[in-house]
């Protein structure tokens, strides 16, 4: 069955602001009377969550690269089947707080296994589903860091902890990506206040899918 819902996911770096963001989206789609699925990875769903746990935990400096890269796929599959795909079937708007792209970034660039690998393995995973539309939180890695920093109401996690070297590398990697699909990737300035930042992804969002 074609899905009738519009699948957009969002991306960038560290303290990039994100998820504030897409929850006030969220709420200004659901007062235009859209069903609208607010989701993130790796998470979203019970298994999804618990998968999280095991990749983020401080405690597990020992991880494996590869290991990691296939326990996010992992994480991105049972969430895509269960929640993602119904919610697009249903005709809802799902958006998503990182996608496929933070894959071929941290794991693919920022670890250094390779983008085409980590794409391979995440379509085993995902198959032929991909966003419609994917924004690209745009801020110096540092800068982010530094926000995250001064946020003490959130957790620093494993990926966190990485050198600001790593991040910057990410960051180089989200270059590539855009620069791989100028078509479905967009940028927004991240460092621009929240109110404007908010209203330049709703704009994003019902100027290219509604
Ligand atoms: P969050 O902090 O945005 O909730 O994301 C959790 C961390 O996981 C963040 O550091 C980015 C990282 N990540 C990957 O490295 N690969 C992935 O595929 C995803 C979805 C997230």
Same mark, same amino acid.
């Given at each position: 069955?074609?899905?009738?819902?519009?699948?957009?996911?969002f991306?960038?770096?560290?303290?990039a602001g994100k998820t504030t963001v897409i929850s006030?989206?969220?709420? &200004?789609?659901?007062?235009?009377?859209?069903?609208?699925?607010l989701?993130r990875?790796?998470?979203? #769903?019970?298994?999804?969550?618990?998968?999280? @746990?095991? #990749? $983020?935990?401080?405690?597990?400096?020992?991880?494996?690269?590869?290991? @990691?890269?296939?326990?996010?796929?992992?994480?991105?599959?049972?969430?895509?089947?269960?929640?993602?795909?119904?919610?697009?079937?249903?005709?809802?708007?799902?958006?998503?707080d &990182? =996608?496929?792209?933070?894959? *071929?970034?941290?794991?693919?660039?920022?670890? @250094? $296994?390779?983008?085409?690998?980590? $794409?391979?393995?995440?379509?085993?995973? #995902?198959?032929?589903?991909?966003?419609?539309?994917?924004?690209?939180?745009?801020?110096?890695?540092?800068?982010?860091?530094?926000? !995250?920093?001064?946020?003490?109401?959130r957790?620093?996690? &494993? $990926?966190?902890?990485?050198?600001?070297? =790593?991040?910057?590398?990410?960051?180089?990697?989200?270059?590539?990506?855009?620069?791989?699909?100028?078509?479905?990737? #967009?940028?927004?300035?991240?460092? *621009?206040?929240?109110?404007?930042?908010? @209203?330049?992804?709703?704009? !994003?969002?019902?100027?290219?899918?509604?």
């Amino acid at each position: 069955m074609k899905n009738k819902g519009k699948f957009i996911s969002f991306e960038g770096p560290e303290g990039a602001g994100k998820t504030t963001v897409i929850s006030v989206v969220s709420d &200004r789609l659901k007062e235009q009377g859209k069903e609208v699925v607010l989701t993130r990875e790796p998470g979203g #769903i019970k298994i999804s969550e618990a998968i999280r @746990e095991i #990749i $983020l935990d401080n405690n597990h400096t020992q991880m494996d690269a590869k290991t @990691e890269a296939l326990l996010y796929a992992a994480a991105r599959r049972q969430h895509l089947v269960e929640k993602v795909i119904p919610g697009l079937e249903r005709g809802a708007i799902v958006l998503c707080d &990182r =996608f496929i792209d933070s894959s *071929l970034a941290y794991q693919g660039y920022a670890r @250094e $296994l390779g983008m085409e690998e980590v $794409l391979k393995i995440n379509q085993f995973a #995902i198959e032929n589903t991909m966003p419609d539309l994917t924004i690209f939180f745009d801020i110096d890695p540092a800068e982010g860091l530094a926000r !995250i920093a001064k946020n003490d109401q959130r957790e620093q996690n &494993r $990926l966190d902890n990485e050198s600001l070297r =790593f991040h910057e590398s990410v960051y180089k990697g989200y270059q590539k990506l855009i620069q791989l699909y100028p078509e479905r990737i #967009i940028e927004v300035d991240a460092r *621009l206040s929240k109110t404007t930042v908010i @209203e330049n992804v709703y704009k !994003i969002i019902t100027s290219r899918l509604m």
